[in-house]
């Protein structure tokens, strides 16, 4: 095989897509049942931030109307009918093990079946989003009521009545808060008060503003001297929310009690739920199958500039986080990523292929 994508969610078809348009026939694996991504798995009121518009992979319009913003059902839905004009071999359901150098400048990857395929050059296509942050609070083994992370959210029908902490200060967080306040007592408990962006400028969605200016496209360096804290977007219903004390706010609690929690100010109280909403990290340290390889640090980070990994010729990464700018590991972004590492991992392969015949 020329080369292997890993992942088949919106990362991996990126990459699949980038590496097709440049003569490379790569194979998709996936381990889940779909070409989808972590979408499916995410809470039902769950909408892209971004307005249909600006939520396309290059050669496939997002259906409806250009400025709503799509669920997370037409967001799955979408990335099904993408995968279907790509043209590429798509293996579900085959979870990758291990992938090891094969002496010859090409690589072996190992699947969950039993099956070890040759390859000229790997994509690590993972994601960030597979592996949810749980941050280390003292007692947190020992609480006894329901601990949980955004990525188990699905409605607030579940926790209808009780006392709910939401932990975060980011877009997810506030949404959740935001809805499960029609049925629960929610406070969300952040490391530092929300700030909220308007998601409309001028009479245009933010997105509009960042993409016109290159905003999108700033690398973490820039970026990071530019925006000091997470923003949240809004249209004024969260800001609302917050103001009228729908939704309270406090500054992060410091340990879990038993059945409660004990508050920054030492107050204790008694808690139903906590979900944290404190993102994720990307799916390679937790998963096998880069770690013989060495292509990870100390903490289990890939090693790489601008997602072409300094440890290994012919592997690249696509869909981490900030990878190469703000939107790396968007919708609207994440092809910009993919067209970057492609050209020279096809030609890579293509070398590879001529010269140890795989």
Sequence with gaps: METIVIGGGQSGLAAARALRNLGVSPVILEAGDQPTGSWPHYYDSLT??????????????FPGDPDHYPTRDEVVDYLQRYAETLDVEIRTGTRVTAVEADGSGGFVVSTADGSRLPTAGVVAASGSFGNPYLPDVPGKEAFAGQLLHAADYRSPK??????VIVVGAGNSAVQIGYELAEAATVTLATNHPVAFMPQLLGGKDLHYWHTTTGFDELPLEWLAQIVHT??????????????????????????????????????????????????????????PY?????????????????????????????????QRSFASNTLRGVARDAEHVAAPLAAYAVKARAAYGL
Excluded: C
Aim: negative net charge; aromatic residues 10%; without cysteine.
């Design 230 to 287: 997470t923003l949240v977007m809004d249209t004024g219903d969260y800001a609302d929310a917050f103001e009228s004390g729908r939704v309270s706010q406090r500054s992060m609690f410091t340990a879990f009690d038993g059945d409660g929690v004990i508050w920054a100010d030492g107050t204790a109280e008694q808690v139903d739920t906590v979900i944290f909403a404190a993102g994720y990290r990307p799916n390679l340290p937790n998963l």
């Design 290 to 322: 880069l770690r013989r390889l060495g292509a990870l640090d100390e903490a289990g980070m890939p090693k790489h500039v601008g997602g072409i990994s300094t440890t290994h010729a012919g592997l690249v990464y696509v869909g981490l986080e900030f």
């Design 48 to 61: 892209a931030f971004s307005p249909a518009r600006y939520s396309a992979m290059p050669g496939m319009p």
């Design 158 to 163: 579940e926790y209808a009545g009780q006392r």
